[in-house]
């Protein structure tokens, strides 16, 4: 399927990117990152420590806007899905304090390892940087993902609905009539686009529009052996 005319269609290993620059949301905050205050406990589920299970983990991405309101979280990765079910439950109760960048609140997509024991539920919060030493370390448990690369993937996702994004140059000061904006976001196993991040952007305005058109989008749902799982994408708008 092409692409609406106004911008391409584009997938690209994420590898390849710089980290990013601005816009709606970031994922690497210089100044303050976001902050989660744990207002309830989650709970260790009764049903695993019948089994004898003392402890796990589940890795979720999870973004808090500018207000400090959950926007979205998805788990990618648990060791039980009753972890899974017990950190849902949870984190739409708790509070956030949200990221700041140059002393203004800004939003932030966090990639967390949340640590289960039965003595205490949540032990631990381990941010992006040390997820990779978590997934080093020895672990008592096997970990089930739930999101692959796209490398990885049965096939790559088609686009089923698509929608132009609204160009914002007119009323930007002065006018601006070309932009680009480079989008990092997931795709769930429904197709879904999820959590979208500028990476890049020529002005913010892009980047805002962009991504609103791009959580119009539907894809054919992502699989792995052929099954659903979830992925991560990048899309470039060319206005």
């Known amino acids: 399927m092409k692409a609406p005319s106004g911008f391409s269609l584009m997938f690209v290993a994420l590898a390849l990117l710089q980290g990013p620059s601005f816009g709606t949301a970031r994922e690497i905050i210089d100044e303050q990152p976001m902050q989660i205050v744990q207002t309830t406990e989650a709970r260790f589920p009764t049903e695993l420590t019948a089994r004898g299970i003392r402890e796990g983990e589940v890795r979720a ?31 739409r109760s708790w509070e956030y304090i949200p990221a700041r960048q140059n002393g203004e609140p800004t939003g932030q997509r966090i990639q ?62 002065p006018p601006a009539t070309t ?49 659903p799982i979830m992925v991560r994408m990048v899309q470039e708008f060319v206005f």
């Not at 991405?61 to 950190?87: C, I, K």
């Not at 993902?145 to 160009?167: G, I, M, Q, Y």
């Not at 791009?214 to 052996?225: N, Q, S, V």
């Open 61 to 91: 991405v999870m973004l808090v806007d500018a207000d400090g309101r959950l926007a979205d979280v998805m788990v990618t990765a648990f060791s039980h899905p009753e972890f899974a079910v017990a950190l849902l439950n949870a984190v």
């Open 112 to 173: 967390i390892t949340f640590n289960f024991q039965q003595s205490g539920a949540i032990v631990s919060m381990l941010p992006a940087a040390a997820i990779a030493a978590s997934m080093a370390r020895f672990l008592p448990y096997q970990v089930t993902s739930l999101v692959c690369t796209a490398n990885e993937l049965d096939r790559v996702p088609a686009v089923r609905h698509s929608v132009s994004p609204h160009h914002p140059g007119k009323s930007m000061t």
């Open 179 to 227: 932009g680009r904006a480079t989008i990092d976001f997931y795709i769930d196993s429904e197709g879904r686009p999820r959590m979208p991040v500028a990476m890049k952007a020529s002005h913010v305005e892009f980047a805002v529009a962009a991504a609103d058109a791009l959580m119009e989008w539907r894809f054919t749902p992502p699989t792995y052996h052929g099954r």
